[in-house]
């Protein structure tokens, strides 16, 4: 799309600015306003390295630059600084309505990232506790991210390092011991896991005897206890597959399970690899790095009882993501408040001297906050779980639809659809840094800033070429109004918002993208007849819809989101 036109007219301009064609291409602005042109460059840069006004030699330039014959450049023009550049409207649309055909599936993707793999960590839950909807972000920011990353030529391993290890593994086989014929493990085997959970730290409250017979029974099942073992691989077998089950209506999917336990025999090394380095020492019977010098904590890599800590087995599932599986890069999308825990581990990673520590990166993200739930805790049972949610938003969506269009075949499949996309999209419209609270009106609203907007247009779009009917055209002409105008120039950014999207980690560049090309979208077909209108336009107001269409689609789908074919 518009890189590949930015390719072009970079090496066309080059000898005219007097900057290699390379350089060129990213000076490359895109003004707000149309009528400043599709595309500018700013010349303030070269202005104080010739000694001249910005002014005189933007305008120097673009006189130069009007003696040449560039197909896709209807005009150049100079205002103030820039360099203003208008593209030939039928040469662009030509141009765009060819690439969007030919690309299908894989529109707007490139090969920036070809060659090399990238290692994501997302989701990540923890056995025994239901995925709830802190889970959700963790969930559909990873996914989003996975997705976007795809779209640039990364090879992807979306991992999940499942919270399959630790001091309550100990005392959940200590409740199971205690309390498991209790409950109906048979026929409900994760909601009994988890309300043994929950009943633990009940009665801990009260007999601390418990939290010692939970650290001791940790004690013997890290020493191999056949018994605890065979109980711990239950629990996990259980939870898997409750998680594969949400995570499946969720559309996400994983390359690896690497949970906790996975780096156990791995420990001692990694531990004996910092003792090396000279950067462990005793504080407080624990074993420790010492960060005083930046300022913060100290990282804990053994307690006192000798029992490992995540901090040990995030080092050591970083040198196994960089060392084994050759990551070029190792992503962590979980939530912002554990930013200190990772900065004291890519701390100690750079301390061990591996080049390459500061290709880990945290991609942190804000709570997730009903109005009348505070701060979740699965210890306690307050939680909103993910589940819950999903159905309540499918019954709500179900609702809406029978009084809308109650005849609407498979209303179940869509509805689900609906339902889920609503609640991915409301999640990932909002910038990943800040907290979200949640909103039942706004998330399944077919009118405002939702999913369910956005799939409404894909389906209106639907509806206008199957009642076309005679296929896309072969050939277009250049649509000269002001809103279709508008619509391509934002359609031609596509492929640069996939970019910037996955550049900053930030799935809502492009969620606000597509609600940008919808709103485009809706001006458009309210001020222009599509079908039976100006008969020298029709075709390629048709293909218009099918350009628009393509993209909120192939947006949709890099979100994770479905495109109903009907609403």
Sequence with gaps: MLTTIIEDLAHEMAAEIGVPAEKVKNLFEIPKELSHGHLSIPVFFLAKERKKAPQILAKEISEKLLTRKIPSVERFESVGGYINIHLNDEHLFKALFNEVQAAGEHLGHNKRGAGKTVIIDYSSPNVAKPMHVGHLRATVIGQAIRNLAETQGYKVIGLNHLGDWGVQFGKLAYAYKLWSSEYPFAAEPFESLFKLYVRFHEEAAKDLELEKQGSLTFKELENGDKELLKLWKMFVEISLKDFSRLWARLGVKHDLVRGESFYNDRLNATEELIEKKGLLVESEGAMVVDLQDEKIPPCLIRKSDGASLYATRDLASAIYRMEELKADLNLYVVGADQALHFKQVFSVLRRLGYSWWDKCQHIGFGMYRFKDVGKMSSRKGQI????????????????????????????????????????????????????????????????????PYLQYVHVRCQSILQKYGKGLPENVVALKSNEERELIKIIMRYEMVLIESFKNYKPSVLAIYLLDVCAAFNKFYHEHKIIGGEAEFESSRIALVYIAQQVIKGGLRVLNIQAPQAM
């Design 384 to 451: 909103v779980r993910l589940e819950d949610l999903l159905q309540r938003a499918v019954e709500i969506v179900q609702e809406i639809m029978h009084q809308k269009n109650p005849n609407l075949p498979n209303r179940e499949k869509i509805a689900e659809q609906v339902a889920v996309g609503a609640i991915i999209f409301n999640d990932l419209v909002n910038d990943r840094v800040r907290d979200v609270e949640f909103d039942w009106d706004k998330a399944l609203s077919f009118e405002g800033d939702s999913g």
